[in-house]
């Protein structure tokens, strides 16, 4: 297991140099003549960028102030955001390359063509008539052959000298051809000869390609950013469930996911979404999990924006991996006294229906994983239930046990999701076949809905959302009778 850790260790790192190397030629080395300052200070900054990402990744699990963990993790997990966007913006624009260079080839080729015909136009236009054919007034042409000549060449030339009836006998369209004769420079044996003109075409298609890339990527993560930042919005879901009594028609729970207070995301953000699922006025809240990331020491004062909630049925908390990140039993107590009653493998009845809660997957490496027996095994099948479950995935488990609603998170809804292709990112168990939104599940002939919410913060290594914007869901539960 060691060695196939460290081959498996030395295959990552060697796959991340090979990409920043081959980020460093495109955007630097093939944009400049020749080495210099600008392929240099390439070379820094790429390699400072790591160490501060290096930094972030350290001091995040480091016992260190609070203060420090935050200066470090925004440029370090930024830096991360980038480097992705900028590989992926300069791989796609790669096939533009030869198709540009291409195209500049033949606009010179063309050019080049109409100017050599303009020349050759010039050069061959018929000279004036000498002697008797001149007319009135003009001066008779000057004739080579009236210079004396001799064996040896011109009259009176000097040994070596070229006869003066031969320079004359250049002008014109000979000296052209002449000139046109001239070899280029040859390259060294097995090389092809320098075109100035190539290299120039390559250097600025070079230099147009990695522009753009670097500005669809820079333009990419500051959007991402400032979506995060600017807080969620609310998604509207009208659910239908056969055994709720018309009683609780129009039932309304906010849903919250992923909000991942740490070092990134602090008391600001809390404060924001809290806000935004207020300003709802639901009957019911349900935060499904990843909360934190974090200890209660350094996020205590970061998630106490929580207590201000208010639903007319509470707030309920269920935990995610993240929470067995960061110390689950204090952070229930501490959701707990800041008013959020948590669901441990537990279950409470609300008029119309019953809610129930499970722990994470990731809390059985504690003993405190998953019970839906415990949870669920001595409920009256006949009323409705709306089951609390981080993870998607837990959805199997719901249909056996005759959930009618799971409420999940955990999948961000993708986070970095490329237009028309779909999540680039996600932490979603593929067997759901949902990263968010409503769906249903089938088994033992039981069928549930299962509703993932795209949450509302981000994962603690890229603190960028696109196509995918931080959302919380306002469910609204209808009555089939």
Known sequence: MVVVFVLVTLLVLACVVAANWYLWRRLFRDTTRGPGAVRRTGA????????????????????????????????????????LYLLLAVLVTE?????????????????????????????????????????PGTEPAFEADAVPRSDSGAAGAEPGRAPAHDVREKSGSCAVAEARAVPEETAPAGEEPARPQELSRRLFVSRVVAGAAAAAAVGTVAHGTHGVLRGPRVKRVTVPLAKLPRAAHGFRIAVVSDIHLGPVLGRGFAQKVVDTINATQPDLIAVVGDLVDGSVKDLGPAAAPLAELRARHGAYFVTGNHEYFSGAEQWVEEVRRLGLLPLENARTELPGFDLAGVNDVQGEREGQGPDFERALGDRDPARACVLLAHQPVQIHEAVRYGVDLQLSGHTHGGQLCIPFYGALVTNCDLDTDRVKGLSTHTAEGRTSYLHVSAGCGTNRYTPVRFACPPEATLLTLVSRE
């Open 95 to 135: 096939p533009l390359r030869p198709v540009l260079r291409r195209l500049l080839g033949r606009t010179a080729a063309r050019e080049a063509g109409t100017g050599r015909a303009e020349r050759t136009e010039a050069v061959h236009e018929p000279a004036p008539a000498s002697g008797a054919e001149a007319g």
């Open 44 to 83: 820094v900054l790429i390699a400072g960028g790591w160490l501060l990402a290096v930094a972030a990744f350290a001091g995040t699990r480091a016992d260190i102030p609070f203060w420090l963990k935050r200066a470090l993790a925004w440029p370090g997990y930024l830096w991360l955001a980038l480097t």
